[in-house]
C-alpha cells in the first residue's frame, strides 16, 4: 500500500502527520514499512526519524551535446524540444542544461546524428535505517532525495526514488508542498493521499488546489486539519459541500510546538496522539480496502 501525505502549501505540518504515521505504523504492524521523502528541495523527515544512512547514490540526467562538425542547423532538435533548452541560431547551437528534462527527442530526430546525450549530476538519493528512537518503534527503511542548489528540476529526481518503492508492505511518501511537477511525480499512482491542511483562509484556498490535483489523478483523499482549534470552520464547512472526509483533527498544542523545535515525534507526548493517528490509519484502511 502506498499513502501520500500532501499539502496545498507549505507549513501545514505535512512533515509531522507523515513521520508520525510511519511510526506508528512500526509499532503496530509486523509488515514492512518504508518511508520516502520526496520533498527533495527541502528534505526535513530526518529530523524526526532520524535515520542512519547506509548508502548515498548520484542522481544525473541526460542532456544534449552537439557535435558541431556533423550539424547542418536545420533546427529540428529546437522544434522538437518544448522546453527550449536548445536553441538554433544562424551558425550556432545553444544548449540549455537546466531546462532540459532529458526525454531524448532531440538526439532521435537529428538527421544528422550530430546529438549525443551526457550525463549531469542533479542530485543524491539516501538510504537508511530508523531505529529505535525517544518512543518504542520497529525498523523503517528511509529513502530521501536531495536535489542540487540551483537545479530547477525535481521530478527526475523524485521518479528515481519511487523506483525503490518496495511493492510488500506499507510505503509512506512525504510530498512536496503545492501543486506543481513535483507534488504530481510524488503523487502518481499512490493508494490513498492524506491531505493536511490549517483551518484558515490560505489553508483553504490552497486544498481547494491539492483537491482538484487528486481529482484529475483519480487518486482517493481524505483530509486532516492540523492546529484544528485555530481558525474558522470554512474548512469543514468545504470539505462537507464536496464530501471530503475529514479525517482526523490534531488541535494546536504548545507541548507539540516545543517538541517539533527539538526534533521529537508528537507520539511521545502520549496516548492523545497515539489515538488519533490510530483511527486516521483505521480510516485509511477501511478506505483503500
Partial sequence: M?????????????TTIATSLALLLSEERSQKIQFLDCDVEEPNAYIFLKPQIKKTQPVNILVPQVDKRKCNFCGECAKVCVYNAIVVLKREVLVFPELCHGCGGCSLLCPEDAITEAERKMGVIEEGQVRRIQIRTGPIRFI?????IGEPMATPL???????????????IDVPPGTSCPVIEAVHRSDFCILVTEPT?????????????MRKLRIDCGVVINRANIGDDRVKEYCHR????????????????????SGIPMLIEGEKYRKIFSQLWASIERRVG
Avoid: C, H, W
Wanted: charged share 25%.
Fill in 201 to 213: 483562509p490560505f489553508g483553504l484556498n490552497d486544498l481547494k488546489l491539492a483537491v482538484e490535483v
Fill in 158 to 172: 523524485i521518479r528515481a526514488i519511487k523506483k525503490k518503492i518496495n511493492p510488500d508492505g506499507v510505503t509512506i
Fill in 242 to 261: 464536496e464530501s471530503i472526509q475529514i479525517m482526523a483533527e490534531i488541535p494546536y498544542d504548545r507541548n507539540v510546538a516545543v517538541l517539533y523545535s
Fill in 2 to 14: 502506498i499513502i501520500s501525505v500532501a499539502s496545498g502549501k507549505g507549513g501545514t505540518g505535512k
Fill in 144 to 148: 530521501q532525495g536531495r536535489l542540487n
